[in-house]
């Protein structure tokens, strides 16, 4: 059984910072890439940034420069610093993992966060 939990959403105002992390447990062998999506009300889920096992990352425009994916592959956490904060971040924040495991290989997704960012 693969888990990832994530934490760090929470309610901050337009300007201000956050920072989530997402840890994977469970019988893993190895995690290939790592990524944050968001998914705001009445939109269609989407990609805010991820990252490979070896480090090379990829943000959407929407928030280059202002957000930072890292991951600490001894803890198999991903972690997204969010600064300068938009009412237009608010979401749902969901943690993605391309894995291998006892059981095999695949995408596995966290419950979510929810991030509010008010004006």
């Known amino acids: 059984q693969v888990q990832l939990v994530e934490s760090g959403g929470g309610l901050v105002q337009a300007g201000g910072s956050l920072r989530l992390s997402c840890a994977a447990s469970?019988?893993?062998?190895?995690?290939?890439?790592m990524a944050w999506y968001r998914q705001a009300p009445g939109k269609q889920r989407e990609l805010a940034a991820a990252?490979?096992?070896?480090?090379?990352?990829n943000y959407a425009d929407s928030v280059k420069g202002r957000f930072t994916i890292s991951r600490d592959n001894a803890k198999n956490t991903v972690y997204l610093q969010m600064n300068s904060l938009k009412p237009e971040d608010t979401a749902v924040y969901y943690c993605?993992?391309?894995?291998?495991?006892?059981?095999?290989?695949?995408?596995?997704w966290g419950q979510g966060t929810q991030v509010t960012v008010s004006s």
């Open positions: 990252i490979t096992s070896g480090g090379s990352t």
């Open positions: 469970g019988s893993i062998f190895r995690i290939n890439a």
């Open positions: 993605n993992a391309d894995l291998v495991w006892r059981g095999g290989r695949g995408g596995y």
